[in-house]
């Protein structure tokens, strides 16, 4: 039983539109159902995320987060791992970015400190990854339970060096001191004036560029590199990939490496742009919407950045909701990630055979 | 004694929930599907207990609308993995998520206090049970404490947990339907040449395990809990799903490992800010990570191979 072959565009627009359409009905009927009006909570969530200028600096604040770590999961996806440790080496990643912004901020200027925070929070997070990848590759460990296992080993272990080690002598809160102005990247504010949106005090910074880039960096590696083609040859047949002479302790660590490498990265956007410090727990669940972004994004890149977007808008438009609807939380953007995850990811193959027979039948009638 | 008898008394209270959720995803995966899922299902059950629990005041109406609301729960994700053949994994990812923002929108739209539920009443809650003898033996040196201190006041879901354990032993290694259900796990084709229907079995095997989620949840907040809090699981579901590699997908030994991560947690409450001699201050961060870094070495080879069943996480696929 073959599936029916859809025309490419079905297969890529129309179906991954229609999952997510699914998966917002399914949220505003719970909105119906706690007594609010779905319609007018969409207004005001979109209004909140891009009717002002402050909004749009905040949707791209937290898609900027979104980017990183879609990316990282996108990327691991291409070789056949399925990296739910993005949370971890996210958290771990922030880290690298805080060691090093605590030994160069008083000395240099942001911008001799910006690229080896990145290298640090990139180094710290792949280093996370890099068990996993290896007990997977030699040890046949199940990369999923491995990086599960080690998101909690992130948070015991970072929970003891903000209290025991990096929280200065005194301070009760689990925290780092601030960084100076050498350990702050600018934010985007001038730069979004230009194009004529005053975003005021909202923290989009310098990372939002970095994570454009490195979505255009993993376009490059995946389909331009031999490299990506490698690890998207791992994924799709791994026996013949294997034949082909492509190692899979290679691939398997190599794509985890860069994997965990982008969720580190992301600790740059809200401990170096946003915060100036090593807060307790600051990741935030990132690393989760990461594997939403991911896969509503279909590991492209561009559909990364796509739902990065769409995920920052309902960030910061779900602020601004429960601010005017006290009724609607927060939590509400916790359960549309679930639903999305659930449509477009689990059930992704739910629409299939009914288009398939559609297109097929609209191709019988063409040919006759 | 009264001390030791204490920690083990609040290692069997700290178990339950593992070991529900632990034998939970034994009867899923050992039917071939993958479950990560264990925690969002726990945290519905527990909403749903609690919500109905102070709604109408009875436990017994709280622990059946928690395993209703965590075999829904199941049923999504068997809905997902075995009749829409979609990733396991995914799945359980998604129940997690929607089971977390769910349960605090419904909270606190529901209840208004910031997504817990009211406190409950005692009459609310399954309270302790009081066995037998308890008083007498209480003055008898060595098994009075032991009697009325450990074994005896729990809540029937705590003396649940640990039959179900040989039950699952028993259901699976000595009946027909459990010979079935671990062979759907190993072999699904083989089990359809002999004319059973794979995915009937799963669907029985993802139900129980809903079942089983749905007491642990209800434990959680009726029981060992007066009342529900957002996010209350706090990661048991996945100390769970260790516990169940840890265990090697064995009912048994499941139950000995979710007494020692029980255990583990039970001493780290009690050594927070302890000095310990030649150690310092206890390292409460490493023994709450114990039970994962554990299961990361056993999963690495070095405590004997941990072999999932063959079949699990892949849909199955009838040949036409």
């Known amino acids: 039983m073959t599936p029916a072959p859809l025309p490419r565009w079905v297969d890529l627009i129309l179906l991954p ?7 917002f009905l399914v949220a505003g009927l719970v909105v119906l159902a706690i007594g609010e009006d779905p319609l007018e909570a969409t207004r005001i969530l979109l209004y909140g995320a891009l009717g002002w200028g402050e909004g749009i600096g905040f949707t791209l604040y937290y898609a900027t987060s979104f980017i990183f770590t879609g990316l990282a999961v996108a990327v691991a996806f291409h070789a056949g791992l399925f990296n739910i440790g ?23 200027q942001w911008w001799i400190t910006a690229p080896l925070a990145a290298l640090g929070g990139a180094a710290f997070g792949a280093a996370w990854a890099f068990v996993p990848a290896y007990l997977q590759a030699t040890r046949g460990s199940h990369v999923v339970i491995t990086t599960i296992m080690f998101n909690f080993i992130a948070a015991s272990l970072m929970i003891w060096l903000l209290v025991d080690v990096l929280a200065p002598p005194g301070q009760m809160s689990p925290e780092s001191r601030t960084f100076e102005a050498g350990g702050r990247l600018p934010q985007l504010d001038g730069l979004m004036a230009l194009i004529g949106v005053d975003t005021g005090s909202a923290p989009v910074n310098l990372s939002l560029i970095l994570a454009l880039l490195a979505a255009w960096g993993v376009w490059l590696l995946i389909w331009r590199t031999r490299l990506g083609y490698e690890m998207r040859t791992f994924g799709a047949n791994r026996d013949a990939a294997i034949y082909a002479g492509v190692s899979p302790l290679r691939i398997t660590v190599v794509a985890m490496l860069i994997s965990g490498g982008l969720a580190g990265l992301m600790a740059l956007n809200p401990v170096m742009g946003e915060q100036h410090r090593l807060l307790f727990e600051f990741v935030g669940g990132a690393g989760f919407v990461g594997i939403a972004v991911a896969l509503m994004g279909r590991a492209h890149p561009a559909g990364v950045v796509a739902a990065a977007l769409l995920f920052g808008v309902l960030y910061q438009g779900g602020a601004e909701l429960a601010f005017e609807k006290p009724a609607i939380t927060r939590d509400m953007i916790v359960m549309i ?8 990811g689990a059930l992704e193959f739910l629409f299939r055979p009914a288009l398939g027979r559609l ?6 009638r063409e040919a006759a | 004694m009264e001390a030791l008898v204490a920690l083990l008394d609040s290692t069997v209270r700290l178990s339950t929930p593992l070991l529900l959720a632990c034998l939970a995803g034994l009867y899923s995966e050992r039917s071939g599907v993958f479950d990560i899922g264990l925690e969002g299902k726990l945290l519905g059950a527990a909403f749903a207990a609690a919500a109905t629990a102070s709604l109408t005041g009875s436990p017994w109406l709280g622990a059946l609308a928690a395993v209703a609301a965590s075999c829904a729960l199941a049923l999504v994700h068997g809905v997902a993995c075995i009749s829409a053949r979609g990733n396991q994994i995914v799945s359980g990812v998604a129940i997690n998520f929607l089971a977390l923002g769910l349960t605090a929108v419904l909270g606190h739209a529901w209840f208004s206090q910031g997504g817990k539920t009211p406190p409950l009443a005692q009459e609310a809650r399954l309270g302790p049970l009081e066995l037998p003898l308890s008083e007498t033996l209480a003055g008898v040196p060595v098994l009075g404490p032991v009697w009325s201190g450990l074994v005896s006041g729990h809540s029937v879901l705590v003396y649940a947990a640990f039959l179900a354990a040989p039950l699952t032993w028993w259901v699976l290694w000595r009946t027909r339907f459990g010979l079935r259900l671990r062979a759907v796990g190993e072999n699904p084709a083989a089990v359809d040449t002999a004319g059973l229907s794979v995915a009937g079995l799963r669907y029985r095997a993802v139900l129980v395990c809903g079942l089983l989620c749905g007491l642990g949840g209800a434990y959680l907040s009726i029981a060992q809990g007066a009342g529900f809090v957002p996010n ?3 990661g048991k579901g996945f100390i769970a799903l260790a516990a169940l590699i840890f265990a090697k997908w064995r009912p048994m030994q499941a139950m000995a490992t979710c007494l020692l991560f029980g255990f583990l947690d039970a001493s780290a409450i009690r050594l927070q800010g302890v000095e310990l001699p030649l150690i310092g201050p206890a390292p409460v961060q490493l023994i709450q990570a114990a039970p994962y870094i554990l299961t990361v070495v056993l999963l690495a ?20």
């Open chain 1, 17 to 23: 539109l229609l999952n997510l359409s699914v998966a």
């Open chain 1, 86 to 108: 993005g949370e971890g080496q996210a958290y771990v990643g922030g880290l690298g970015v805080a060691v090093v912004c605590l030994a160069l901020d008083r000395y240099v």
């Open chain 1, 337 to 344: 990630q679930g639903l999305v995850i659930l449509f477009a």
């Open chain 1, 359 to 364: 297109f097929a039948g609209a191709a019988r």
């Open chain 2, 232 to 234: 209350m699981s706090a």
């Open chain 2, 301 to 320: 080879g070095f405590i004997g191979a941990a072999r999932p069943p063959k079949a699990g996480g892949a849909p199955y696929l009838k040949e036409r």
